[in-house]
């Protein structure tokens, strides 16, 4: 985020941390719990994985991912939301299921084109 910056509304202020085509999907996925890069990899099929080490690095910077890595062999790095990362949850989820609602409205059934987590799971 930008320190010296001005913003009209708070929403840009969050858009300018958790915006983008990639980061909200990244973080809904991690309001399940702790997951590796390879995890990630398959929990979003269309992301390369320099665009994921892109965004999870900026969102490590943010203080909204924790980024643990592990001395052993092979090598082994988790990622999982902050405190302040979890603060999150309700509006990813929340987010889910406005989407799955919109798909609804449009296409009239959600099962030929969602695939993965609702956003009603704990």
């Given at each position: 985020?930008?320190?010296?910056?001005?913003?009209?509304?708070?929403?840009?202020?969050?858009?300018?941390?958790?915006?983008?085509?990639?980061?909200?999907?990244?973080?809904?996925?991690?309001?399940?719990?702790?997951?590796?890069?390879?995890?990630?990899?398959?929990?979003?099929?269309?992301?390369?994985?320099?665009?994921?080490?892109?965004?999870?690095?900026?969102?490590?910077?943010?203080?909204i991912v924790n980024r643990t890595a592990y001395?052993?062999?092979?090598?082994?790095?988790?990622y999982e939301l902050t405190d302040f990362g979890?603060?999150?949850?309700?509006?990813?989820?929340?987010?889910?299921?406005?989407?799955?609602?919109?798909?609804?409205?449009?296409?009239?059934?959600?099962?030929?084109?969602?695939n993965g987590p609702t956003g009603t799971e704990?």
């Amino acid at each position: 985020m930008n320190a010296g910056r001005t913003y009209n509304t708070a929403v840009e202020a969050a858009l300018e941390v958790i915006g983008g085509k990639w980061k909200p999907i990244i973080l809904f996925h991690l309001t399940f719990g702790k997951k590796r890069n390879g995890e990630l990899m398959s929990l979003i099929p269309s992301i390369t994985q320099k665009v994921l080490t892109q965004q999870l690095g900026e969102l490590v910077k943010d203080g909204i991912v924790n980024r643990t890595a592990y001395n052993q062999i092979p090598p082994k790095v988790e990622y999982e939301l902050t405190d302040f990362g979890r603060s999150l949850k309700e509006i990813l989820h929340s987010l889910c299921r406005w989407g799955e609602a919109y798909v609804e409205r449009v296409y009239g059934d959600t099962s030929p084109i969602l695939n993965g987590p609702t956003g009603t799971e704990e």
